[in-house]
């Protein structure tokens, strides 16, 4: 599967794809407009990719101050809300 291809999923389909790890599960309800599913999935993924992820949900949220809590966590540079779709594609690609 592809950056593209996981992006047209979440816009496309009604589920997610068999298969998928948590941490591409997050980021697919993430683009399908389910945060509440996203978030939950990544709170529950106690790794620094988990910690990425849940950043980037606090971005989507516009707390901002909570996101570089998560981006610290990750090991990450701290973003802004302007980089939520370019920072999605990035965190897909290296999971794929």
Do not use: C
Request: no cysteine.
């Amino acid at each position: 599967m592809t950056v593209d291809e996981l992006l047209a999923s979440a816009q496309n389909d009604a589920q997610p794809p068999e298969g998928l790890s948590d941490e591409l599960r997050s980021l697919w309800f993430t683009k399908s407009g389910d945060w509440e599913a996203a978030h939950d999935i990544a709170q529950d993924i106690h790794t620094p990719m988990g910690s990425w992820i849940h950043a980037l949900l606090h971005l989507i949220e516009g707390d901002t101050g909570n996101a570089g809590y998560w981006f610290r966590n990750a090991g990450r540079p701290v973003r802004s809300i302007s980089d939520i779709d370019a920072l999605w594609a990035e965190i897909a690609a290296e999971l794929l």
